[in-house]
Nanobody
Framework: QVQLAESGGGSVQAGGSLRLSCAAS????????MGWFRQAPGKEREGVAT???????SYGDSVKGRFTISQDNAKNTLYLQMNSLKPEDTAMYYC???????????????????????WGQGTQVTVSS
């Protein structure tokens, strides 16, 4: 069983930055795909970015060039550095893990919440104009 816990959300003005963290505990499979999703009120959960166990990354078009996903394997922690934030980035952000390497269907834009087995509780990000 894997437990995930996000932190680092908050309120920021447009153009600002935030860094989200996701601490993982429990059994971590050797091959896995870690990802960030977000969900705005009234909208479906959207895949934001993924990182494979070999460090390869993928991003959704809406965040490419602004967000960076990374991981610290020694600390079992996943990060999402968010720069140049926009009001449309306002959402609850979730980290998730799939017990597989990041196959194409697990990466943006195809990634779906149903394909990720483990989830954190979410952290709110609010960007004001």
């Amino acid at each position: 069983q894997v437990q995930l816990a996000e932190s680092g959300g908050g309120s920021v003005q447009a153009g600002g930055s935030l860094r989200l963290s996701c601490a993982a505990s429990g059994y971590i499979a050797i091959r896995y795909c870690m990802g960030w999703f977000r969900q705005a009120p009234g909208k479906e959960r959207e895949g934001v970015a993924t990182i494979d166990s070999d460090g390869s990354t993928s991003y959704g078009d809406s965040v490419k060039g602004r967000f960076t996903i990374s991981q610290d394997n020694a600390k079992n922690t996943l990060y999402l550095q968010m720069n140049s934030l926009k009001p449309e980035d306002t959402a609850m952000y979730y980290c998730a893990a799939a017990s597989s390497y990041c196959r194409r269907y697990l990466r943006p834009p195809a990634m779906r919440e149903g394909d990720f087995r483990y989830w954190g509780q979410g952290t709110q990000v609010t960007v004001s104009s």
